[in-house]
T-cell receptor, first 116, second 116 residues
């Protein structure tokens, strides 16, 4: 079945450091890929997405590129801020043949802590 | 309200009790999902509704779990004869579109269930 593997945390960085959170996936079809973020005390919210190979999703200074050849969707940011402290989830959606919606398959989440 | 609303936010139940968790999706959203998130894990798919039709309930862990959305809006997740392993955060999410791979899921803050 489908699965998502992401680096385990917590990841602790200093403000303005470069961030990479690795994510790889396995899927039977041709999935769309997502990064969701959960700030303290809030619900999950979509950070960025990519729907086909070589697409780059970007938002709030974060980027991730859909790499079909390496089945990866690593999240990057050039200069992190304290306000980026949150839990980040990589996820995929892999509609079965015939269409229709399927639930997202999530990774376990990576807790990011940014220190001033 | 503008977002997905879940209630109660926190529920403590004695083992064997029945519980009901409510989700108010964003008005007009066709798709509604329930997820279960254990501590330190990513959300895991439970069930999916398209309007009032429950199209996928493959993620429900046992026949003690039951979900409904009778009028295609509010949904209730019911857990009968709760067990300690049911302790988790139960997330509700809704989406405007029917096909998930291009759409965005909007999550509620979750209902945290603790079974003693």
């Amino acid at each position: 079945g489908d699965s998502v593997t992401q680096m385990e945390g917590p990841v602790t960085l200093s403000e303005e450091a470069f961030l990479t959170i690795n994510c790889t996936y396995t899927a039977t079809g041709y999935p769309s890929l997502f990064w969701y973020v959960q700030y303290p005390g809030e619900g999950l919210q979509l950070l960025l997405k990519a729907t086909k190979a070589d697409d780059k999703g970007s938002n709030k200074g974060f980027e991730a590129t859909y790499r079909k050849e390496t089945t990866s969707f690593h999240l990057e940011k050039g200069s992190v801020q304290v306000s980026d402290s949150a839990v980040y989830f990589c996820a995929l959606s892999d509609p079965r043949s015939g269409g229709g919606a399927d639930g997202l398959t999530f990774g376990k989440g990576t807790h990011l802590i940014i220190q001033p | 309200g503008a977002g997905v609303s879940q209630s109660p936010r926190y529920k403590v139940a004695k083992r064997g009790q029945d519980v009901a968790l409510r989700c108010d999706p964003i008005s007009g959203h066709v798709s509604l999902f329930w997820y279960q998130q254990a501590l330190g894990q990513g959300p895991e798919f439970l069930t999916y509704f398209q309007n009032e039709a429950q199209l996928d309930k493959s993620g429900l862990p046992s026949d003690r779990f039951f979900a409904e959305r009778p009028e295609g809006s509010v949904s209730t997740l019911k857990i009968q004869r709760t067990q300690q392993e049911d302790s988790a955060v139960y997330l509700c999410a809704s989406s405007l579109v029917e096909v998930l791979n291009t759409g965005e899921l909007f999550f509620g803050e979750g209902s945290r269930l603790t079974v003693l």
